[in-house]
């Protein structure tokens, strides 16, 4: 199997089921530190963050500031960007998760938060994105 086939696995596996504790990193009026699930990365032209969340699990209040401050600085500097936020019901944890086929439940796009009521996977939200770039002439 060629490399191109290896690139959207992971590379150490055992690496990645370790936690990363963030003890003794709590700052400046209470601010602790908050994890993205994932990026994508357009050249620096456009960014796709996503986040993904077990069934109902509310999305904390300090990551959803920390997400939407960060997608804003983004698109401030005349870049697109979109958050997506996932859910999984896969309760098992030593199943994967494969994020393309869990299901949207909410947008961050231009500073507005969205709740997406059709039944649309993370890899249809993705494509909608990109073919929103790609009419808009954003280079990606």
Known sequence: MSELFKRDELKFKGRARQINSFLGLIRRRNITPTDIDGIIDYHGKAFIILEGKYGDAELP???KIALEN???AILESKRQVVVIIFRHHVHDINNDIIVSEQIVSD???????ETITAQKNV????QMFENYCDMNNFKI
Do not use: P, R, T
Not at 123 to 126: A, G, K
């Open 107 to 113: 947008i961050y796009y231009k500073k507005k938060w």
């Open 70 to 72: 960060l997608a804003n």
């Open 61 to 63: 209040k300090g990551q």
């Open 123 to 126: 890899i249809e939200v993705i």
